[in-house]
């Protein structure tokens, strides 16, 4: 079983910059890629960046060149470093571990952001 918390939440202004990040338990992290996504009111869940275990990034085109996904296989963490906030940024935002290996997944409880105009 994986637990993912995650931390690093809040508001802030637009033009403004947050950092999150997602804990995870256990032994599946450095054979798990890695996600962030993110959820704006009355909307569907949407994928903003991505982390294989090997280390390549993906991210939507929503939030390139403004949000960074980095992990620490050490410590069991991923983060994601976002810049230039705008208001449509506005969600709950949730870690994903995805093991195709163990053929399992896990979420986090998610954590609120909210961007202020």
């Known amino acids: 079983q994986v637990q993912l918390v995650e931390s690093g939440g809040g508001l802030v202004q637009a033009g403004g910059s947050l950092r999150l990040s997602c804990a995870a338990s256990?032994?599946?992290?450095?054979?798990?890629?890695m996600g962030w996504y993110r959820q704006p009111p009355g909307k569907q869940r949407e994928l903003v960046a991505a982390?294989?275990?090997?280390?390549?990034?993906t991210y939507s085109d929503s939030v390139k060149g403004r949000f960074t996904i980095s992990r620490d296989n050490a410590k069991n963490t991923v983060a994601l470093q976002m810049n230039s906030l705008k208001p449509e940024d506005t969600a709950v935002y949730y870690c994903?571990?995805?093991?195709?290996?163990?053929?399992?997944?896990?979420w986090g409880q998610g954590t609120q952001v909210t961007v202020s105009s």
């Open positions: 982390i294989t275990r090997g280390g390549s990034t």
């Open positions: 994903h571990l995805d093991s195709v290996l163990y053929r399992v997944d896990y």
């Open positions: 256990g032994t599946l992290f450095r054979v798990a890629d």
